[in-house]
C-alpha cells in the first residue's frame, strides 16, 4: 500500500526535477505541503501532487491554444 504523504525527494524523482526545485515550489506555495515533526519535515499529499500535474497540464493546454505552432516563412 503507497503512503499517503510523500518525501520532496519523492516528488523530485517523481515529477524529474531537483529536490531544490520542489522546496521551492513549497516555499513558494506552488505546491501544497506540510511541515511534521519536531524537525519541520516536508511533506506532499499523494493527491496534492495529482492535482498540481492535472493542473500543469491545463495550464499547458491553454499556452498551446493561445500559442499556436505555425509554419516558417521559406528563406
Same mark, same amino acid.
Given at each position: 500500500?503507497?503512503? +499517503?504523504?510523500? *518525501?520532496?525527494? /519523492?516528488?523530485?524523482?517523481? *515529477?524529474?526535477?531537483? /529536490?531544490?526545485? @520542489? $522546496?521551492?515550489? @513549497?516555499?513558494?506555495?506552488? *505546491? #501544497?505541503? %506540510?511541515?511534521?515533526?519536531? +524537525?519541520?519535515?516536508? &511533506?506532499?499529499? +499523494?493527491?496534492? *501532487?495529482?492535482? $498540481? %500535474?492535472?493542473?500543469? $497540464?491545463?495550464? =499547458?493546454?491553454?499556452?498551446? &491554444?493561445?500559442? #499556436?505552432? =505555425?509554419? +516558417?516563412? #521559406?528563406?
Amino acid at each position: 500500500m503507497e503512503g +499517503r504523504f510523500l *518525501l520532496l525527494s /519523492d516528488v523530485a524523482a517523481e *515529477l524529474n526535477v531537483t /529536490d531544490s526545485q @520542489v $522546496y521551492h515550489m @513549497v516555499r513558494s506555495g506552488e *505546491l #501544497p505541503a %506540510i511541515k511534521v515533526g519536531g +524537525r519541520g519535515q516536508w &511533506r506532499v499529499e +499523494r493527491v496534492k *501532487l495529482e492535482e $498540481y %500535474i492535472q493542473g500543469k $497540464y491545463a495550464e =499547458t493546454a491553454a499556452w498551446v &491554444r493561445e500559442n #499556436p505552432l =505555425t509554419e +516558417r516563412e #521559406p528563406e
